[in-house]
């Protein structure tokens, strides 16, 4: 029994810590790798590369660039220059001012990417992709030596694998990944996968005879997709469908026919989030952001001069924003560090995603964990799963927000009833729901 995870992305580390909390034990495989999946998630490039050892992520003042080149960065990423000429552009592994390197995009003389290197959670240049028109074409993957060891021709899909005594050619990355699930002797007698793209076709590889679960985490739309009805209709190996979209569970009656053609059932499952404390109605708003261009915040200041604003920031702020902290309800935090971000989360009640620009410190799913009450406009929102449909406001609804905050604040009832609503609407789910599931899933295998 295996995950199957196409990449480690955000839904993915959410089933898998699900899985932990509820202390259920599964291999996880990803299929892609981009450099920084965590110990317990292995992946056919890791393993083929060998990428495994002790050292630390790179950071940004040690990459290698010619003299006189400079690098210019921020929390939020960096850049490369020759003089004034702009060469490349830095992408971090977070965004919570580590500045550890993930990848370098490297630019041509009109601005356009050429080539990326990609760098691991060692510090080591582990993968090159090369770029036309802008568009990824070609993949080369190093061991810790700099030996190529896997070429993957992204347009036309073909692998090529050269290591171990290996020689091998695969028409398609399933292939590759089906050889590799099977080379390792893992047990494929059942395996969970959470994408109906490169999954589903890997599991179409594998011998038949297994019971697969398709946990489906995406939003189903008004029809089935193609995909999906694809397992309806051909025999596969995928038996069971796991909806973790309480809404889509909710309309799986209008959307599936009664007879599930191969399927042999449906079942519901959302995500277990850690949630260490309960809303205590402090009157105290958070707003976490890289930006000062935060959307309405001297009126909501203004309409709410009893409520604590506390504004964090992982970087300087400007002159705007601290200018702000002269306020007698506003403190400000320029350079916050993790404990006290983490002592803000504690003591704040609401949490405003109203900030223009990109996150800071997974700020919004922190807030959610510790059963903040989310509020933000509809064009601000950086993770909406984690937002209530009727605490998303337009820019023109200022007041409608400062009335529900004030009101929450005032009627716990009220305040309990929208926490309560933030978490179905993420998919809130809990230990003995996983146990339950799970268990009915596998036979009990997994319990």
Known sequence: MINLFEKYDGSSRDFLFSQKTAKIKIPSVAMIDDGFLPDDVDSPFKYFCNLNDHHDPLYFDQLKIPYYWRILSTGAGGRIFDLDHLKARIVYSATNNSRFVKEVHWLDDVGLTSWVDHYNNHGHLFAKTYYESNQPTYRKYFDNHGKVVIEWNIEADDIFLDTKGIHRHFTSLPK???????????????????????????????????????????????????????????????????????????????????????????????????????????????????????????????????????????????????????????????????????????????????????????????????????????????????????????????????????????????MKKLVDTQREHANDSTVEQYKKVIGELTNGKAR
């Open 176 to 414: 590759f990944v089906a050889f590799y699930l099977q080379l390792r002797k893992y047990n494929l007698d059942h395996v969970f996968y959470n994408s109906l793209s490169y999954p589903l076709w890997v599991i179409d590889e594998l011998p038949a005879g297994g019971s697969d679960t398709l946990f489906w985490n995406e939003d189903t739309g008004t029809e089935i997709p193609g995909n999906m009805r694809y397992l309806l209709d051909t025999k596969t190996r995928t038996k069971h469908i796991v909806f973790q979209r309480h809404r889509d569970w909710i309309r799986r009656r209008e959307l599936f026919p009664e007879n599930l053609g191969n399927v042999t059932d449906l079942h519901y499952l959302g995500m277990i989030y850690p949630h260490p404390r309960g809303n205590k109605l402090q009157p105290r708003i958070l707003i976490m952001t890289n930006s000062d261009q935060i959307d309405h915040l001297n009126e909501l200041v203004q309409a709410m001069p009893n409520i604590q604003f506390e504004i964090a920031a992982v970087t300087e702020m400007s002159g705007k924003l601290l200018a702000f902290g002269e306020r007698d309800n506003v403190n400000v935090y320029p350079n916050v560090s993790r404990k006290r971000a983490l002592k803000l989360l504690q003591d704040c009640d609401i949490y405003l995603d109203i900030n223009q620009g990109s996150e800071i410190l997974d700020s919004v799913r922190a807030a959610f964990e510790q059963n903040m009450l989310i509020l933000g406009f509809k064009d601000t929102l950086h993770e909406p799963q984690f937002v209530a449909p009727q605490n998303i406001f337009e820019q023109g609804q200022v007041r409608e927000m400062t009335q529900t905050i004030l009101t929450a604040l005032l009627k716990p009832a009220l």
